[in-house]
C-alpha cells in the first residue's frame, strides 16, 4: 500500500480574523490537511493594535490577533478537536497556545484532544527572524515552561518546532544550519532537564514532542543528504546524551517551508520550478521524509500572493503526492554510495561545529557573543559576492536574463494581493471596544498574578490562562512580563571581518568615488542603515550595512525594531549624509514618509532617502515621487552598484557636479 501523504498546508493570514478564517475555510475545501497561522507582526512581538511600533504593520504579514475574541473568530466554524494547526510564533508562543487553549474549550474541545505545533523557537529569532521581545534566559525559561505544561496537559501537541528555515534564509550553509539548530535543541531539552518540571521517567515524552522546521534549498541532492544527515544527528544526540531508548521517540519529525531566500523577482516564473525541485530535497528520501510541507507562492518576491497563488503551490504538492509513484516505493537512495559519501561529510562538519558551540557554553552563550549571528552574516556575504561575481548562477538575475513579456506579471499592481488598508483602523477599533467591555480589576489581578509568579520559578502557562480568560491583551500580557524581564537586543553581526577582503575593479571605483566625495565635504561619508517598524527580517539590512563599510562609508547601524522618531534622532546625532530604510513587511508607505518628515522638521530634509524592500512598483513610483531618492527591490542584486548610487545621490543632494 502507498504511504500516506503528508500534511499539506499554506502558510496563511493576513488584515483580519475575520478575513482569515473565511481564506482557512476555503483552503480546507480545496484539500489543504492543515492549517499554519501567519500572524502579524505587533502579534509576533507583544504589542496591541494601537501601540507606536504597530503603526503600518497590522494585518500585513499576518493576522493580528491580540486577545480571546479575536481568536475565537480565527477559528470560528473549524473544529479545533480534529485540526492540526502550526502557529508560526515565538517571543508570544504561551499567550498564544493559551487562547488557542481557550477558544478550544469553549467550542467543547478538551486540551487533550489538540493536535498542532508552536514554533516557539526563540533562538533563531536572535540569529534571524527577529521577533524576539526578552532577553534569552528568560525567552528559554518560557519555552520550558511551555514544554513542560504542554506534555502533561496537551499531549499530542508539538510545543516547540525547532526552526532551522530562517538560519538558511540568513545565509546558513547546510553544516551550519544543521549545527545550530542542534545546538538550539540541546540547548532547549537541557532547561527542561535541569528545571525539574518534568520526571525523569517521563523525559522521552518530551524529546518525543520536540519537532523541527526545516528549510529547502534548490540543491535539491544536497538538501536531501542534509535530512538524512539531520536524521541520523538527531537519533544520536537523543540516544547519548539524554539516554532515550524508545527509537520513535528519537525518530526526526519534521515539517518544512522551502526556501523563499531563492525565489526572484526578475523572471517570477522560473520560481514555480524552483518551488517543485525544493519540494523534492525534503520528500524523495522516504526515511528522512517531511511530515508536513508548505510551499512559497511564485509571486512572493514580489508582494503578498493571493488565495489563487496560494492553491497553485498546494497543486504542486497535491500532484506530487497523488499522480506520481513517489509514495509507493522504499528509499531510493538506501545503498547509493554517492548519498552516504555527503551525509557523512555534512554528518562531520555539523559534530565540528556542535562541538564549537557547546564548548563556548551553548547556544545561548554563542548567541550573546555574537558568534553564530557573525557566522550566518559571514556566509550570507560570501552568498551574495558569488552571486554578483556570477560564480553562482540564478537564472534571470545574473545568467540567462533575456526575456520574453511574462503574461504572469504583466500588470504587477493586480499580480500580487495589496493588504486591506482598513486592517489597522478595524482592529484599532476592536481592541477599543474589547477593552471598554472586559472586567478590568480582574485583568489587573491576572496580571499582577503573572508578573508575581514571573519572579519566581513557577510554571507561568496557569497564570497565563488566567489572563487570557479574564481578558487581557497580547500587549499586556508582555508588557508585563517586560517589566520583570526586561528587553533585549540582539548583537547585529556586521562587526569584525566580515566582508570583502580583497576588492575587485567595481568596488575600487566606488571606494575611490566615496573616499573623493568625502574630501570634497570634508568629511568621512557616514551612512545611516535603519529598520523602522517591527519588520525583524535584517538581513539585507546586514548586508548593506557591510558592503557599505567596505566601500569606505562609517555605517550606523543599530539593529532592528526602530521608531521613526529613533531613526531621526540617531541621523541628527550622527549627522549623516544619507538615510537608508529596509522594510520587508509591506508597511513602507506608511513608515516611510514619517522618517521624512521627522527628517525635515529636524532639518535634514535634504539628506537622500533611499529605500529597500519588497515594493510593488505602484508604491515604489509613489516614493519617488514624494522625493525618496532611490527604491531598490530584490531584483537589485548588485549591492556594489546600490553602493555607487548611494554616493552619487549624496554628490547632488551636496551640489557637487
Not at 500588470?411 to 478595524?426: H, K, Y
Not at 505602484?618 to 516614493?623: E, G
Request: with cysteine; hydrophobic share 40%.
Amino acid at each position: 500500500m502507498p504511504d500516506k501523504p503528508w500534511v499539506m498546508r499554506t502558510y496563511a493570514g493576513h488584515s483580519s480574523a475575520a478575513e482569515s478564517n473565511a481564506l482557512y475555510r476555503r483552503n480546507l475545501e480545496k484539500g489543504q490537511t492543515g492549517l499554519s497561522v501567519a500572524f502579524d507582526l505587533p502579534t509576533q512581538t507583544g504589542y496591541d493594535p494601537d501601540h507606536v511600533l504597530s503603526k503600518g504593520e497590522v494585518g500585513k504579514v499576518g493576522v493580528p490577533i491580540p486577545h480571546l475574541g479575536a481568536m475565537r473568530r480565527l477559528f470560528q466554524d473549524i473544529p479545533l478537536d480534529t485540526m492540526n494547526t502550526s502557529m508560526t510564533i515565538n517571543a508570544t508562543a504561551m499567550w498564544l497556545l493559551a487562547m488557542y487553549e481557550v477558544a478550544a474549550e469553549e467550542q467543547g474541545a478538551p486540551p487533550s484532544s489538540l493536535s498542532g505545533t508552536t514554533q516557539n523557537d526563540i533562538i533563531k529569532e536572535y540569529l534571524s527572524r527577529g521577533t524576539y521581545v526578552f532577553p534569552p534566559e528568560a525567552s528559554l525559561r518560557l519555552t520550558t515552561d511551555m514544554i513542560a505544561y504542554t506534555v502533561k496537559e496537551i499531549p499530542k501537541w508539538n510545543p516547540l518546532n525547532i526552526c532551522s528555515y530562517h538560519l538558511q534564509e540568513a545565509g546558513a550553509t547546510p553544516t551550519q544550519e544543521l549545527a545550530y539548530a542542534l545546538c538550539t535543541a540541546i540547548a532547549v531539552l537541557d532547561a527542561v532537564r535541569d528545571s525539574g518540571q518534568v520526571p525523569e521517567d517521563e523525559f522521552e515524552h518530551v524529546v518525543g514532542r520536540i519537532s523541527f522546521f526545516v528549510n529547502a534549498g534548490v540543491r535539491f541532492i544536497e538538501e536531501t543528504c542534509k535530512m538524512r544527515a539531520f536524521a541520523q544527528l538527531w537519533d544520536e544526540i537523543t540516544r547519548e546524551r539524554y539516554g532515550v531508548e524508545d527509537p520513535k521517540m528519537r525518530r526526526l519529525r519534521y515539517g518544512v517551508q522551502v526556501n523563499s531566500l531563492g525565489l526572484t523577482e526578475a523572471q517570477p516564473e522560473n520560481n514555480v520550478q524552483r518551488i517543485v525541485l525544493e519540494m523534492l530535497g525534503v520528500t524523495l528520501s522516504k526515511n528522512a521524509r517531511a511530515r508536513a510541507v508548505q510551499l512559497p507562492a511564485w509571486n512572493e518576491a514580489l508582494g503578498l500572493p493571493r488565495p489563487w497563488d496560494q492553491q497553485w503551490s498546494l497543486r504542486l504538492q497535491q500532484v506530487l503526492a497523488f499522480e506520481s509513484d513517489l509514495l509507493e516505493y522504499d528509499d531510493i537512495f538506501e545503498g547509493s554510495h554517492v548519498i552516504e559519501a555527503k551525509v557523512a561529510e555534512l554528518v562531520e562538519g555539523a559534530k565540528a561545529e556542535i562541538d564549537r558551540v557547546q564548548a563556548m557554553g551553548g547556544a545561548v552563550a554563542a548567541v550573546e557573543s555574537g558568534y553564530m549571528k557573525g557566522e550566518l552574516v559571514a556566509s550570507h556575504s560570501e552568498r551574495r559576492a558569488r552571486i554578483e561575481a556570477g560564480e553562482m548562477k540564478v537564472i534571470g538575475v545574473n545568467s540567462y536574463t533575456e526575456t520574453e513579456p511574462s503574461p504572469l506579471t504583466s500588470d504587477l499592481d493586480t499580480a500580487i494581493q495589496a493588504p486591506d488598508p482598513e486592517a489597522e483602523r478595524a482592529a484599532i477599533a476592536d481592541i477599543e471596544t474589547w477593552r471598554s467591555e472586559r472586567d478590568q480589576p480582574a485583568v489587573d489581578k491576572a496580571l499582577k498574578r503573572l508578573q508575581s509568579e514571573a519572579k519566581t520559578d513557577t510554571n507561568l502557562m496557569e497564570a497565563t490562562l488566567d489572563c487570557v480568560r479574564a481578558g487581557a491583551t497580547v500587549g499586556e500580557w508582555a508588557g508585563a512580563l517586560r517589566e520583570v524581564f526586561g528587553e533585549y537586543r540582539a548583537p547585529t553581526g556586521i562587526t569584525g571581518g566580515v566582508g570583502v577582503a580583497e576588492a575587485g575593479k567595481e568596488l575600487t571605483a566606488v571606494r575611490e568615488r566615496v573616499a573623493a566625495t568625502g574630501k570634497e565635504l570634508g568629511t568621512r561619508l557616514r551612512f545611516l542603515v535603519g529598520k523602522p517598524g517591527l519588520d525583524g527580517h535584517s538581513n539585507g539590512a546586514e548586508q548593506i550595512a557591510v558592503r557599505a563599510r567596505d566601500a569606505g562609508f562609517e555605517v550606523i547601524y543599530q539593529g532592528i525594531r526602530l521608531t521613526a522618531a529613533q531613526i531621526v534622532a540617531a541621523a541628527v546625532a550622527e549627522d549623516v549624509h544619507c538615510v537608508g530604510l529596509s522594510i520587508l513587511s509591506g508597511s513602507h508607505m506608511e513608515l516611510v514618509p514619517e522618517v521624512q518628515k521627522g527628517l525635515a522638521e529636524a532639518g535634514m530634509g535634504d539628506v537622500p532617502v533611499i529605500v529597500g524592500g519588497i515594493i510593488p512598483d505602484s508604491d515604489a513610483r509613489a516614493l519617488e515621487s514624494q522625493g525618496i531618492a532611490a527604491v531598490f527591490t530584490p531584483k537589485d542584486f548588485g549591492m556594489t552598484d546600490i553602493m555607487a548610487r548611494i554616493v552619487e545621490e549624496i554628490r547632488k543632494a551636496n551640489d557637487l557636479s
